[in-house]
């Protein structure tokens, strides 16, 4: 069965250093999201990409975070600098299109990030 | 998006059925009910979806209140394997896809 990649698995590294986390999605998937899980809580979306273009970064700290979909297949998500309360799980998930009414999102098992 | 009320915390016995109840008082009538959950460690699958009418898959079984106001997943036969959040969630027609995530109810499976 088709599956989201997602790597790396887990992440240490110290605040103000940059990290960047990378997903490939289902394979002919046009929709790529990105969501963060701080411990405890429910996944909030970061980013959403359509094919290449952003649809929805409305969620996304862009003063550190960036969101790339160069060749709208894989997707790099990257923080610079790292600061201690963005210690949490990136998923990311994909559906064949916008899914407004199929609603049937994959999601890859996630990277956790822990900040120092 | 229209908000999903759910208890935090429910426990079953193995092999005996589950219902996991959802408030959705203010739904509105271009919004599908979704259910994911979410294991252990692992990213949130897909449980089942509808809109009216009461839907059943091979994980579940989703029962609709007929003013769909509320909503009710239903495991027939818990397992440990069941042992997850769930997590309720409205998605209008019209939305892109964007699933707002609540607290969910954590399910406590004992065997």
């Known amino acids: 069965e088709a599956e989201v990649a997602q790597s790396p698995r887990y992440k240490i590294t110290e605040k103000s250093q940059a990290v960047a986390f990378w997903c490939d999605p289902i394979?002919?998937?046009?929709?790529l999201y990105w969501y963060r899980q701080i411990l405890g809580q429910g996944p909030e979306l970061l980013v959403q990409?359509?094919?290449?273009?952003?649809?929805?970064d409305s969620q996304l700290p862009k003063d550190r975070f960036s969101a790339e979909r160069l060749k709208g297949v894989d997707s790099t998500l990257k923080i610079q600098p790292a600061e201690l309360g963005d210690s949490a799980m990136y998923l990311c998930?994909?559906?064949?299109?916008?899914?407004?009414?199929?609603?049937?999102?994959?999601f890859g098992e996630g990277s956790r990030l822990t900040v120092l | 998006d229209a908000k999903t009320t759910q208890p935090n915390s429910m426990e079953s016995n193995e092999e005996e059925p589950v219902h996991l109840p959802c408030n959705h008082s203010t739904i509105s009538g271009t919004d599908y009910i979704h259910w994911y959950r979410q294991l252990p460690s692992q990213g949130p699958e897909y449980v089942i979806h509808?809109?009216?009418s009461n839907v059943n898959n091979r994980m579940a079984s989703l029962a609709i209140a007929e003013d769909r106001k509320s909503s009710t997943l239903i495991l027939h036969r818990a397992t440990l394997r069941d042992a997850a959040v769930y997590y309720c969630i409205l998605l209008s027609s019209s939305n892109t896809g964007k699933l707002i995530f609540g607290q969910g109810t954590t399910l406590q499976v004992k065997p």
């Open positions: 998930a994909s559906s064949l299109r916008l899914a407004g009414v199929s609603g049937e999102l994959f």
């Open positions: 990409f359509q094919d290449e273009s952003v649809v929805d």
């Open positions: 394979s002919g998937h046009a929709t």
């Open positions: 509808g809109l009216t």
